[in-house]
């Protein structure tokens, strides 16, 4: 039978839109957008400043190698930058790999709450995305390696994982690396590596360093604040950058972007701040959150997973449109399989204690 319009391929009517979360309060005069993990404290202020200086140069294209950012990447992490390819935030990099790696016959594994994009990106090269479950909202390295097939082409792992916040520690990434077939691609997706303060954790980079199948990936939407410009890298062995470099855009990083790229990481300073606030509020919040009885998963990253009865009137859903009357927006994470659960990001001190005080009218309300 003769097609009557263009059909996508296989795989591509059966991917689940992502879908963001929302940043809008109807009706309220300020809003305090917690949803998706951005810094409360900004970007740098230098990063602001570059990223202004190219203002009088948007006519011309910006270097398609962005040199400039490899070799700050490089000299921030000690890498050599021809081992570094950046890209219009991490996702970018996650769709390469798949559109690089995977074919219509291979597999892909993510855990069970682990970050959408990674069965979206399976799904549009026609490969199948296996989904293994995660123990104490973690990942479980003896579970990953169960669903291991001769059709397994790349393993995504979020470490430390989102939406959970949860993290392995180092000795269990090497301990998955060891027993994962050499042709098997292991992505570790550090985006939140930069929050942890956890002596048992690494993002990566050794493991990459002396290994041929482990890749990776940074962004700069978080602790760097940069979310808006989409910027991110990500580290591998020179085959694998190889295979990327001839399949990304030419021009895949805008120039703005690698001046505000540049600036931000050499700004250690900033970096520091952000963090010493988010250790200090993400142990706050964790602390004040399950005084009121809510169960919050320990968290390494810079947002709470915040678990809530499945009671009539004190559902995730229920907290979520009365945290909204009040202007705080957290991320109902339904589609990651925690449909009892909201996400709240670190804020600023300010937002911190209205989430907290909301929290403890909401349940006081639903009691009375």
């Known amino acids: 039978m003769t097609a009557t319009r263009p059909k996508p391929r296989r795989g591509v009517l059966d991917i689940a839109p992502y879908v963001p979360g929302k940043s809008k309060a109807p009706g309220v005069a300020k809003v305090f957008k917690l949803s998706s993990n951005e810094t409360p404290l900004g970007p740098s202020p230098r990063a602001i400043a570059a990223y202004n200086s190219v203002a009088p140069h948007l006519h011309d294209y910006p270097d398609g190698s962005a040199s400039d950012l490899r070799e700050a990447i490089g000299r921030a992490f000690g890498l050599d930058p021809d081992r570094i390819v950046c890209g219009a935030g991490s996702d970018d990099l996650l769709h390469l790999l798949a559109y690089a790696y995977l074919t219509d016959s291979d597999e892909a594994i993510h855990t069970e709450h682990g970050f959408l994009i990674y069965p979206i990106v399976t799904l549009g090269t026609g490969a199948r995305p296996i989904c293994v479950p995660e123990t104490d909202y973690t990942a479980d390295v003896d579970a990953?390696?169960?669903?291991?097939?001769?059709?397994?082409?790349?393993?995504?792992?979020?470490?430390p994982n989102n939406p959970t916040g949860t993290c392995l520690p180092?000795?269990?990434?090497?301990?998955?690396?060891?027993r994962l077939p050499a042709h098997v691609l292991l992505v570790l997706d550090a985006a939140y590596a930069d929050y942890v303060v956890r002596n048992d954790y690494e993002a990566g980079i050794e493991l990459v360093a002396t290994s041929d199948n482990v890749v990776m990936c940074r962004t700069f939407s978080k602790i760097h604040g940069l979310a808006n410009l989409r910027l991110g890298w990500m580290f591998g062995p020179a085959h694998i950058v190889d295979a990327i470099n001839r399949i990304r855009g030419p021009f895949n990083v805008s120039g703005a972007a690698i001046a505000a790229g540049v600036a931000a990481i050499e700004d250690v300073g900033h970096q520091e701040r952000s963090r010493e606030h988010n250790t200090r509020w993400l142990a706050w919040l964790t602390e004040e959150i399950g005084k009121l009885g809510l169960k919050v998963t320990p968290s390494v990253a810079n947002f709470v997973l915040i678990h809530f009865p499945q009671t009539k009137g004190r559902t995730a859903q229920d907290a979520d449109a009365f945290l909204t009357t009040r202007g705080l927006i957290l991320r109902y994470v339904a589609a990651y399989k925690l449909p009892n659960a909201l996400r709240l990001s670190v804020g600023t001190e300010e937002a911190n204690r209205l989430v907290v005080a909301a929290l403890k009218d909401f349940l006081d309300k639903k009691a009375a």
């Open 144 to 159: 990953i390696l169960k669903a291991v097939t001769d059709k397994t082409k790349i393993v995504f792992l979020a470490n």
């Open 170 to 178: 180092f000795d269990e990434i090497k301990r998955l690396h060891q």
